[in-house]
Structure formats: C-alpha cells, structure tokens
C-alpha cells in the first residue's frame, strides 16, 4: 500500500491499524490527542526557530510578559498587567501579575510564585554570557537574529513584581520580541536548584512553566504526555490530559483521525481535504495566517553567489504550477516575504514573471551557458508553508532542467535534516516561515539579516550591509509611516538581489472531531489548547 496515494476512508483505516504508532493512551472525554507531524527539538523555547517544537511546547507550558489578540494583532496583558515605554524608547517597565503559580512536578516543587526575579533570570540567561545556564546551549536562533546581546543594555528588578529592560538603542519592534512564543518566562528557583546538583542541562529537558498545562512525560518520535496545571492563573483547562502524538506521515494522522485515534491534526494533505470536509464527524478549520514558503540558495557557496544565476533560477520557477499542485489553490502567490496582510507590505509595480528564456540569457550573462548543477533540499515533513516541499522540489527540478540547470533532490530525516541545515551543507533549500506577530521585522530579520545568518535561521547565509542598515532604521523609529518606507526600500532590495524566492503564502488548516470545541487556528501561529473542550 502506498500512503502517498491512499485516499479512501478504507485505505486510510487501514493505514492507522497496520504499522500505526504505539497506542496513546486511553484518555477519554477528559483528555485530548493532538497529532503532530515531528517531534521537538528541546522544550525550551528560547532553544529553537521550529515550528514543529514550537507548536509542540511553547503555549503548553509556557506563558510570556505578553501577549497578541488574534483579532485585532494588538499587544495585551499576559503575565505583565502592564508596561510603560519611556519617551525615549530606551526604557521599557512592566509590573507583573500577581500570583502566579509556576508548575508542581515530580521533579520540582516550587515554594513562591512568580516575581521579578525569574523574569531576570529568564532573559539574562540569553543576555549574559557569564549567566550559569548561558553556556548550556550552543545558540539562541532568535535572540540572536534579533541582536538581542547588542540590543539590551541592562534586565533588573526594580521591586519584587516590576522589571525593567534598559536598552542601548530604541527599537520599535521590542514589544513584539517578548511577545513570541520564543520569549517563555522560566523559573528562577527551579535553576538555582539545578545549579545547586549541577544539572544545568535539565532546564530545557525537564521543563517548568506557568502554562496551562505541566510536562509529564516523553517518549522520543512517539509522544509527549500533559496534564493540566490546576494552578493556572488564567481559567484552568476543561482537559485532565494533553498528549501530542507524533506521527511524521500524513496519511496516518489523518488515518488516526478517522478511527478517533486523534482528535486535532495540524497540516492535513490538501487532496485530503476534501474526503474530511463531507464527513458530519469532523470539522476543518481554516485561517489566512502570516507565514511564507521560500526557496532559499546557499549564498555564500558558488555559483549561487553571483546575483545573476540566483535572478535565473528565480525566473526559471512556474509558481502558478506550485500553487495548483503543492497548494491545490489554497495558497496566494509570494512576491515579498511580507504577506499582503502585513501593514508593510505593498505590491510590486511589475509582477513577478515567469520567463525561461530571460532565464537562460542571465545564466550565459554569468558565465553559465551550458548550465551547471545544484542540489535542491526538500523538508521531509509538512509544514504549514510547505504541504509537500518534495513535490515542490519535483517541480522545479523539471523547470531548472528546461533552462541546463540538472537539480538533485536532497531530504533526509527530520532532526538530521535541520542539524545539517543549520551547518549549511546545502546549495538550496525549500523552507519557509510563520510570524508570531505582525511586525514586519519578525519575517525580515529572523530570515535575512547578518546576525540570522550568523545564528542560523537565515537559511541562504546572506549577509548585506545596506539591506542589515535599512532594516535598523526601521525600528530606530516609532513613526509608522517612516518603518514601512524602509521595509518597502527593503523588500525592493533583497527582488533584486534575490538570496531566495518567496513562493506562496498559505492558508492554515486543521482538522478536529465535531465534539471538540474551543479549539481556534491563531493567525500568528502556535496553538493553545487551554480553552479546548471535548463533549
């Protein structure tokens, strides 16, 4: 049996009941499944740029300083109950919630809620390399994209529920920094109690939070298992239970979905949509959401470091032929990395073309007439800016070979894929990416800046002085109209020197048994099951 091509309701039960993943547990009407396509990274988010850990742990276990309304994308109270920015934009304070409980575990016991205290010790932790628990991590991928250790001068207490962050120079995208899922507040106490053992590694492995839900087990590629934390500041959740299923194949998640198995699958295959969407069993969700899919080349290895051979290849892709067959038209075409839901975004004068034969007279321009040869690394799972990158890769290849150039396609298993990424080993790379806010600084800077390429989230290794100095002007300005002047100057540049293509813009899917409720897609990304019902 083939899962790529099983589509009917028999083939997909019998996916889920031969060579399915070991069993979940009977968790009934007080728990629920969630399946999801890898397993995470570290449980820390401060560790990691993965949507698929991201997803997997952050809004669980974890609560920030602040939070953004899926509705309007405004900034409101989460464990700070309010802030106040100084008129030069060098100070920022917040006055924290009071009573906070952080979680109870077998393996922590915590003896005061949150203070002053942990948030210091949470973002110092990044800041600080003499902080005890700096060094037990190799990067910080977002902090550091975002030059956080040149950005923040000073993290202090200024009594025990008030915190200030000194800056060394205004940035006007700040507050939206310490509202992503990155930015998890941690527990101080429970570190100095791993420091007293000496076993400073158990921060991201074992972790403590104040969200809605508390670790309690995990079994690598086979499940993660939560239980609700009672002590909740927010309301407490109508689930005892919260297990997230891993299972990397499509087919069997939906599979699992249709014997009851799982009861929330992210990502479904779009030609699957349909077979779920006619069943009275099963409800699809869908929301335009802020990411981008791209295609990243490896600037810093030849040729792909002469901007004439990227500008072929760009001209070489069929993205309408993409759309219909990696998005079956649930997608809108990408000429910027910006959604056209972004506030900085505008469209481009001359549409982004599709010309094989310009193509091929930039490659001769280069020095490449006869064409030359490059691999083409596909994800090996979906995601939601990319629902079948292999498919994708299959594309373009059959593109690049009508302008000489032969494209190998390269996957390997998901955690080795993402080690070798990080190490660079690949000319190019089908990826992509989903905000967390809607600050345009939150797509540009994470994936083409020099300190991302330093980090390791920008993908093509790109480093431009100009484009690194438009995107600082940027947020040395709280004037609205100024920022989207320097993004759109930004965008404008990086089309023409093209270190990737944009490729499309998805709408976000999941599918969820009828009886489950309280379950909505966050534009932003993520997912929060602490209102999550099931009946």
Known sequence: MKPSLCLSLACLIAVATNGCQPDSGNIGVSGLVYCVEGSPESFNPQLVTSGTTIDAISQHLYDRLLDIDAQSGEFIPALAKSWQVSPD???????????????????????????????????????????????????????????????????????????????????????????????????????????????????????????PFLFRQYQKDVLIRYYRHQQHWRQGSNLEQLVIDIVPDSTKRIAKLLTHEC??????????????????????????????????????????????????????????????????????????????????????AVADPYDPVRARTLLAEAGFAKGFSLDIWAMPVQRLYNPNALKMAELIQADLALIGVKAHIVSYEWNTFRRKLTLAEHDSVLIGWSADNADPDNFLRPLLSCASAVSG???????????????????????????????????????EQMPLVPIAHSKRFQVRSSNITGVQINPYGGINFAMAGKH
């Open 263 to 348: 009861d929330v699958a992210p990502i479904p295959r779009l030609a699957e949509l349909q077979l779920l969407s006619q069943r009275k069993d099963f409800v699809v969700d869908v929301q335009t959401s802020m990411n981008v899919g791209y295609w990243a080349f490896n600037t810093q290895k030849p040729p792909l470091n002469n901007v004439k051979v990227r500008q072929a290849l760009a001209l070489a892709i069929n993205k309408q032929n993409i759309l219909q067959a990696v998005y079956f038209g649930q997608a809108e075409q990408a000429d910027s990395l910006l959604p056209p839901t972004s506030w900085a975004y505008q469209k481009p």
């Open 457 to 495: 989230s920008n993908r093509a290794n790109w480093c431009d002085e100009h484009f690194d100095n438009l995107l600082q002007q940027a947020v040395n300005t709280a004037d609205l109209n100024e920022r989207r002047a320097f993004y759109l100057q930004a965008q404008q540049y990086q089309a």
């Open 89 to 211: 934009g060098l100070s920022y304070r917040f006055i924290l919630r009071d009573n906070v409980a952080f979680h109870h575990t077998a393996y922590f016991q915590p003896s005061r809620f949150l203070n002053a205290e942990d948030v210091v010790f949470t973002f110092n932790r990044v800041l600080l390399p003499q902080h005890p628990f700096h060094q037990t991590a190799t990067e910080y991928p977002y902090f550091d994209s975002m030059e956080w250790r040149q950005l923040v001068a000073e993290i202090k207490a200024i009594g025990p529920m008030e915190v200030e962050f000194r800056l060394n120079k205004p940035d006007s995208s700040f507050l939206s920094t310490l509202a992503t899922d990155f930015s998890a507040v941690l527990s101080a106490e429970y570190g100095a109690r791993l420091l007293a053992r000496n076993a400073l590694m158990e921060l991201d492995q074992l972790p403590v939070g104040t969200g």
